[in-house]
Structure formats: C-alpha cells, structure tokens
C-alpha cells in the first residue's frame, strides 16, 4: 500500500457530533431507523431526543411492533402498562424508557402518557413575522404573483380556486380574507364578493386584472380585521385562500375569532392550507401547522369543522421544471393527473376545509 501525505492542514477530518445530531426526524425516519438510532445513542451516550410541547425528552429504550403506523408520524398513538405507542413513518413502536430533564425517568413516562394524542416536533422552533413571507413587498417588487395563464401554478392554483368555488352558493355575501390580486374572485359566482388585503398594490392589481369581479376592496390587516368595522354577522362565507398561514399564534387565533364573528348563524368559512405531514415538511416562510392543530385552532374560535378534503397532489420537481415548456409540459400535466387521482390527505400539497358557525 502506499501511502500518500496529505500535507499540513489539507487532510479531511470527520466534524465533531454535536448535541443537535441525536435529534429524531418522525418525519423521514421509518420505525427501523427511529430504532437504531435510539440504540446507538442510549445509556452511556448522550440519548437521542425529540421535543413534546417545546420540552426536550430524551428517549433511551423502544421497540418496534407489528402494527402498522395509520396515524401522521411521531403521534402518542396509545398508552400501553409499559409504557406508550408512537407512530412513525411505517410501523408503530413502543416506546418503554425516556427522561424529561429535571424528572425522573417514571415521572417522565407518566407525562408523556397524559399527553396522548400529541405529537413529537422536530425541533422548537421560534417563528416570527420577519421569517415569514412579506407580501407587501414581494407585490411591490414583482407585481402579480399568482397569475399565470400556464405552468405549475396555473395547474395547483386552479385547482385550489374551483376547489373553492365548488363551497359556494350564488346567495352568498362573501368576504375573502387575504385575497391578493384576486385571481379567486373569477371563479365564484355569489351575490357579493369583498376582499380584503394588507398590500395595496395587490388590491390595485386586483381592481386591474378583474374589473368589477369584486364588489368592494378594503385595505386591511387579517390580525387586526376588527379596524375594519364591519358590523358583526355580515357575511353568510368567509373565505380564506392560501392565506391563513402567513398568521402566528395569537394573530391566528384573534383572525379566526374575528371571522366567526363577522360571520351569520350557520354561515361557513372555507379555507384552503397546505399540508405539512409525512410526506412534505412545511416551508420554513410560512406558519403552516399540522391539519389536526389547524383544526384545534378552528374549533377554539367556536367553528364545527364540516369537511378537510385534500384537493392539490403533491408533485415531483422535475413534473414542477417541465411544466413550464411546451410538449414537455403537456407530459408534465398528464403526470400530475394521474397522481391527484391517488392523492390523499398524506399525499397532497394542499388541503381544503369547511367549517360552520
Ligand atoms: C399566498 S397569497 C394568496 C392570495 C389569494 N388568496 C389567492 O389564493 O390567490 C397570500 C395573501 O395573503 C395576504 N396576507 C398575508 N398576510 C396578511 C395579513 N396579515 N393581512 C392581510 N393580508 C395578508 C398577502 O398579501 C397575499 O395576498
């Protein structure tokens, strides 16, 4: 063998493992993977760990069962004498020895099984408005941001739009909050339509590239609609497109409370979400929450929850590049077709809910 010197300060070293590396991915890892590496890092190492409700647990012992995972990867699925069963990306595991820090490793499993239902998060992660998508100024720089006649948008905003329209009566006083430059509006036919936007180039926009389609535009903040003054009870469906999560936290909560109250007895609100789970991430420029938080957070406003339909499918990129040329395009189309006709809950980009006053 010969042996070659790498010369000072050139040779490649392996980096450093740092606390961050024993973080559990629920969403990529199988029940396999979650298992191994559990057990490389058990007792004497340092324990690999995931977060329950912004604390750290880590977990020190699991098992993998028989039973397959139906639940979105990393719930508490069930209590068990030993200890509780987590679902991940394929079976469920058993997970029998883990430690909160600061509490003992029994007091640890008896928390973790009052939180039932819950899901492990992959990390705590601090959103703020500055993270977030700014619209006001991406209208400013780009203008239209939604319109495009061909292409991927085209296809998954077109479904997202008659996916709306198919909730709407011709009777109804709609208000769409977060209605940009209004691409929806041409596909509703209803009795009013108001919009509602924080960027005034996009209600401009709107006001040039669909004359007359809606009735009224405000000038207006989803976190503070009640400046707005708009009298209680006055819309029989509030819609909101692709908007809602560009809201966090309390801002969510105060939205959804205004549109239940801007809402009539019985009247609906439609939304349409992107879908974080299993299969896709999130975008890290947007507040997007899991479909069961999403609908926790509809129901504290006082909304029964009528319907959560996946209505966009979650394409490849290469299908996304190719949609943008002829011929290729054309292919790209018969491709995303023939994945929405397999599309679930799991597999689609966005998803569609109706909830009822
Ligand atoms: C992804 S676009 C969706 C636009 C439109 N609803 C559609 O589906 O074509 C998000 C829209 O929400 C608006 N928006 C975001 N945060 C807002 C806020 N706090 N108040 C009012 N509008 C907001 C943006 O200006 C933008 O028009």
Redesign the pocket.
Known sequence: MKFIYAGKGTGRYWPKRQPENGLINWEKMTAKQVYDFTRALTKPYPGAFTFVNGKKLYIWKIRILEQKSSDLPGRIVRVKKNGVIISTCGKQVLLSDCQFKGLSRRESLKLLKERTGEYFKQKKTKLTYTKLKD?KII?QKQGA??VSPRGFKGWF?RD?YRAIAEECNPNDVVLDI???EG??GEYLEVKKLIG????QV?LDLCQQLYPGVYDDLLL????RLEALSLPKESFSLIIC???LM??IGSDLTKCLKQTYRLLKPKGYFVFTYPTVGPLRKGNEEAAELQPHVLQEEIKKAGFTIEKIKPIVPLISEETVKNSFFKGKAKKAFKQYLRTKKRMTLESSYHFLGKARK
């Open positions: 619209f209208f941001y939604h905003l997202n977060g209605c940009g691409c929806l509602v936007d924080y960027s996009a207006g903040d989803l976190r497109s692709l908007s560009y809201l």
